[in-house]
């Protein structure tokens, strides 16, 4: 069975920083892209960043280019999201998912809050 | 990366049909067959429906079918049953290697 499941959300002031884990298990991480996918309260679906298997190829929504920095740790199944001078609109759900053919979200992990708030 | 459009609501009777589209453009929806759509239900994760336009994961049923014409996809739930009332989604890889996904679309089960 398949289980994703995220950490390191939490409450941040804005400028602040946060890392996100996400722990993979169930099948062989290491050869799918995996993904990060937000989704702010009440409010729809916003695919963030993905990356490719061996971290060669990563891949980001516009408004978060230059801030946050996918990365994944195969060895570990792990993969990870470096969120920089986070914003008060950063504030959502973030969910990462394991990918097929770079833009299918398979299977997803339960998703973690991040708040940015003063 | 503007979102794709979806209607932000449909509605059926147990045993309808309802159909949900999804609407973009020749460099999303109308050129890509990376066209997929998932399902969630309050306070849950999102789930897979389809992808790659009209393929169906293991596991979803039949009753979900998805197709497209020109920039306009569409995901069919036949059969509807009290259980598929949630948010539906969808999404298309939007050329500069980025994905996009559209508002959303709450289907109530009448």
């Known amino acids: 069975e398949v289980q994703l499941v995220e950490s390191g959300g939490g409450l941040v002031q804005p400028g602040g920083s946060l890392r996100l884990s996400c722990a993979a298990s169930?099948?062989?991480?290491?050869?799918?892209?995996m993904s990060w996918v937000r989704q702010a309260p009440g409010r729809g679906l916003e695919w963030v960043a993905n990356?490719?298997?061996?971290?060669?190829?990563?891949y980001y929504l516009d408004s978060v280019k230059g801030r946050f920095t996918i990365s994944r740790d195969n060895a570990k199944h792990s993969l990870y999201l470096q969120m920089n001078s986070l914003r008060v609109e950063d504030t959502a759900v973030y969910y990462c998912?394991?990918?097929?053919?770079?833009?299918?979200?398979?299977?997803w992990g339960q998703g973690t809050l991040v708040t940015v708030s003063s | 990366q503007s979102a794709l459009t979806q209607p932000p609501s449909a509605s059926g009777s147990p045993g309808q049909s309802v159909t949900i589209s999804c609407t973009g453009t020749s460099s999303d929806v109308g050129g890509s067959n990376f066209v997929s759509w998932y399902q969630q239900h309050p306070g849950k994760a999102p789930r897979l429906l389809i992808y790659?336009?009209?393929q169906r994961p293991s596991g979803v049923p039949d009753r979900f079918s998805g197709s497209r014409s020109a920039n306009t996809a569409s995901l069919t739930v036949s059969g509807l049953q009290a259980e598929d009332e949630a948010d539906y989604y969808c999404?298309?890889?939007?050329?500069?290697?980025?994905?996009?996904f559209g508002g959303g679309t709450k289907l109530t089960v009448l």
């Open positions: 169930g099948f062989p991480f290491s050869r799918y892209w």
């Open positions: 998912a394991q990918t097929w053919g770079l833009w299918t979200q398979r299977e």
């Open positions: 990356i490719k298997q061996e971290a060669d190829e990563t």
């Open positions: 999404s298309s890889n939007a050329g500069s290697n980025s994905l996009v």
């Open positions: 790659e336009v009209s």
